[in-house]
């Protein structure tokens, strides 16, 4: 029998001993990465570098820079982090740390303790995070039987992963050890505490902010800005899941469990419509100066739900709401920009034909009637088709599109004049106290479920399209957050475990061979811990329906 196995690296054929691990086989090809080389493609699937190699295989190594290297990159810090905390102000019931939402480039924790934190506590975490990365404390992962690993978490006092393995159908659990201390994460993780160099931490409200090194630049760690409206609508939107008692999916499943669930729906949509009315409140009191709601936000926030239901509220107020579309102001196809691949940029501003649609609305509020354009995205122009409308005392303008913050997009319009909402999808529950569920993630089961059931699109499609979707936010629509007047959380707290049964066979329809592969795998393990269920008692105007169709709207 051969003591050796012939694999591809990176697309050369290299022969090597049984057994070697992809660790030891990094260090040849550390030198062509522009930083440390932390996980592994294998036959397209994610590898940590403790993997040993014993098959044919094809290698493709990742470094911090690439999108699933930064995710390894910040899940070790966050391990690391927790077992600072838990060495240095010790392992007992009184602490608990729960990796709440991120916030500028870094995550938020919360630390319960018996005690306040103050910058010597800090300190001495992060002396304790440095000890580790110094030594190069190892970084393992154990496959254990799931009842064992219950035994392990009860011990460390961790009740909420106990609670999330209860519905797990698998006998066996992959759990993290570093030193004497265990935990679980969902994803891969570095091979030890040297890969995490780049890190900071700062005390914020009643916890801990991890701060990160930036993606494109894996030694440079960014100043801590907080965005504070944001923070507030997170911490919010957490207080809300402590009131329901469900903060994480162990805590949902065990509703759905106990034949709670409709009530949870029927109580979060309420909730919903009662932010809603309390929007359309604000803008009533201000109607006599606030005559254009600008709403904008991320791609799948619901902005299009959203826009409808406010414009409900505000009727029933006795206001006239008219709700106007920017995609409806696009220039046509042939005078719009394109990107860097030579693709049409639809979500840079000067996609939008700004002079016209600031004339449109400077001659609204001034009384006259003007004839509104409506897009046709077949043939790329814009049409008027006697779509007239006049601006009354007692009318209001809603006006829809990711630009919506931007004050270049509405020039013209006195500032006094506009009430401007952030909508996004802000998700605040968790997978267990130390896996958060990122925001993100919700969005793009969000779009591939609907770009599926309305364009018949597949998630193929979706997946491929969304690291540009994502630098287009980036550029477009964050750094203009900050100025809206109300931020409104789309999110619905059971929501993933109704989108699970739409997604769920699009994500097992990506063949292994392609690129979104390993991020459809990676979705697939993240529906995994929900339990599911049916779309049925959903109500005809919730958000979601904007998603899985049969939406009254």
Excluded at 122 to 141: D, F, G, P, Q, S
Excluded at 155 to 178: H, T
Aim: aromatic share 10%; charged share 30%.
């Amino acid at each position: 029998m051969s003591k050796q196995v012939t694999v591809t690296v990176m697309g050369k054929k290299v022969q090597l001993n049984k057994g070697t691990t992809l660790f030891q086989l990094s260090k040849v090809y550390q030198d062509s990465f522009a930083s440390p080389i932390i996980i592994a493609l294998v036959d397209y699937k994610l590898k940590e570098l403790s993997y040993k190699l014993e098959e044919p295989c094809q290698i493709d190594f990742l470094d911090i820079t690439d999108r699933d290297g930064y995710k390894t990159y910040q899940r070790s810090l966050q391990f690391l982090m927790v077992k600072a905390i838990r060495d240095v102000i010790g392992m007992d019931k009184y602490v608990e740390t729960i990796i709440q939402y991120s916030i500028n480039r870094g995550i938020y924790c919360e630390v319960k303790l018996d005690r306040p934190l103050n910058e010597e506590l800090l300190i001495k975490i992060k002396e304790r995070m440095n000890e580790m990365i110094t030594a190069e404390t190892v970084l393992e992962r154990r496959p254990v039987k799931v009842d064992h690993a219950r035994e392990i978490f009860e011990k460390q006092n961790m009740l909420d992963k106990i609670e999330l393995f209860k519905y797990r159908r698998s006998s066996m659990v992959n759990l993290c050890k570093l030193e004497d201390y265990y935990d679980y994460y969902y994803g891969q993780i570095a091979p030890h505490a040297g890969y995490l160099k780049s890190f900071d931490l700062f005390l914020y409200d009643e916890g801990i902010v991890l701060q990160f090194s930036t993606r494109q630049q894996p030694n440079l760690v960014d100043e801590f800005n907080p965005d504070k409206k944001l923070f507030k609508t997170l911490k919010g939107a957490s207080k809300w899941g402590e009131i329901m008692e469900v903060e994480n999916v162990g805590d949902l499943n065990k509703v759905i469990s106990t034949s709670q669930i409709n009530d949870l729906i029927l109580v979060s949509e309420a909730l919903m419509e009662k932010r809603i009315a309390h929007i359309a409140d604000q803008i009533i009191d201000n109607t006599n100066k606030k005559k254009f709601v600008f709403i904008a936000g991320p791609s799948s926030s619901g902005k299009t739900t959203f826009a409808n239901r406010l414009a409900i509220q505000l009727r029933a107020h006795g206001v006239k709401p008219h709700t106007i579309s920017l995609d409806n102001y696009f220039v046509s196809r042939e005078e719009t920009p394109k990107d860097s691949d030579g693709k049409f940029n639809f979500e840079c501003l000067e996609a939008l034909d700004l002079v016209q649609f600031n004339e449109d609305m400077t001659d609204l509020l001034a009384g006259k009637t003007v004839d509104m354009p409506i897009f046709n995205f077949i043939s790329g122009e814009r049409e008027h088709k006697g779509k007239l409308l006049t601006l009354e005392d007692n009318d209001v303008l809603v006006i829809e599109g990711i630009h919506g913050l931007n004050n270049k997009v509405s020039y013209a319009i006195p500032d006094d004049s506009k009430f401007k909402i952030y909508i996004s999808a802000l998700t605040q529950l968790n997978i267990d106290n130390h896996n958060r569920i990122p925001t993100t993630d919700a969005r793009l089961i969000r779009r591939m479920v609907r770009d599926n059931y309305y364009r018949g699109a597949s998630a193929i499609k979706t997946i491929g399209m969304w690291e540009s979707v994502r630098r287009g936010e980036e550029n477009y629509i964050f750094p203009f957050q900050e100025e809206a007047d109300v931020m409104f959380n789309s999110v619905l707290i059971y929501e993933l475990t109704v989108l699970k049964q739409f997604a769920e066979p699009l994500l097992f329809n990506v063949p292994r061979d392609c690129p979104e592969y390993t991020e459809a795998r990676r979705l697939i393990k993240l529906l995994d811990y929900f339990l599911g269920v049916t779309s049925d008692k959903i109500p005809y105007n919730s958000l979601l329906r904007e998603f899985i169709g049969g939406s009254c709207f």
